[in-house]
């Protein structure tokens, strides 16, 4: 079966520190990743989606960037954190046209 | 304009109630519908998906989607204390890549 892993459950950073965020998916092959935040009371945002090793679209222009190393890693990062990057954390694999997808349990992270 | 609305609620009900959650949305294209249940500072968790227009039930469950109104609905019957959460739905044209509603809190109280 497949399932998906996203660490650190909890997070907090000093603005202007550095971030990595690592998502591994298992039980499958060459899914489709994403990276999601989630702000307090509001929706899922895409930030980031992955369709194979080293391809990575952005969504949305921010202090963020991602990387796909291996097939099933997906790894979100900022070299310096703004307090407007604080927020909840997604990382999901596609499970096929129509089925949606499995999230990750999430990251918060909160910028002091 | 979203293309996808959702009232973000708080939608507070007595346990027993029927609940009913809905989306509106704007693209016609849209085939493949889904609502997901997230619980506090947790991910969400697919609860059911349909396709195209009709109903499908699982249990307290009932997924409605109306593709000539362009509406879709959640109902739970029957509600429960634990139903207490966030619900979005989502839905996609024909791509693995999905549209999310901003979610509607839902309480339901003893």
């Known amino acids: 079966s497949q399932t998906i892993h996203q660490w650190p459950a909890t997070l907090v950073q000093p603005v202007g520190s550095p971030l990595s965020l690592e998502c591994t998916v298992e039980?499958?092959?060459?899914?489709?990743l994403y990276w999601y935040r989630q702000a307090a009371g509001r929706g899922l945002q895409l930030l980031f989606y992955s369709v194979g090793i080293g391809q990575i679209s952005s969504e949305v222009p921010q202090n963020l960037s991602a990387s796909r190393p291996q097939d099933r890693q997906f790894i979100l990062s900022s070299k310096k954190l703004l307090l407007s990057d604080s927020g909840f954390y997604l990382c999901?694999?596609?499970?096929?046209?129509?089925?949606?997808?499995?999230f990750g349990s999430g990251t918060r992270l909160t910028v002091v | 304009q979203k293309e996808v609305e959702q009232d973000p609620g708080p939608l507070s009900v007595p346990e027993g109630a029927i609940v009913s959650l809905n989306c509106t949305y704007s693209n016609s294209a849209f085939q493949y519908f889904m609502w997901y249940r997230q619980y506090s500072r947790k991910g969400p968790e697919l609860l059911m998906y349909?396709?195209?227009?009709g109903n499908k039930e699982d249990g307290r469950f009932t997924a409605q989607v109306d593709k000539s109104s362009k509406y879709i609905s959640l109902f739970i019957r029957d509600s429960q204390p634990s139903d207490s959460a966030t619900y979005l739905c989502?839905?996609?044209?024909?791509?693995?890549?999905?549209?999310f509603g901003t979610g509607t809190r839902l309480q339901v109280f003893p």
């Open positions: 989502a839905m996609t044209p024909n791509t693995d890549k999905l549209i």
């Open positions: 349909t396709y195209s227009s």
């Open positions: 999901a694999h596609g499970t096929g046209v129509g089925y949606g997808y499995t």
């Open positions: 039980g499958t092959s060459n899914p489709n």
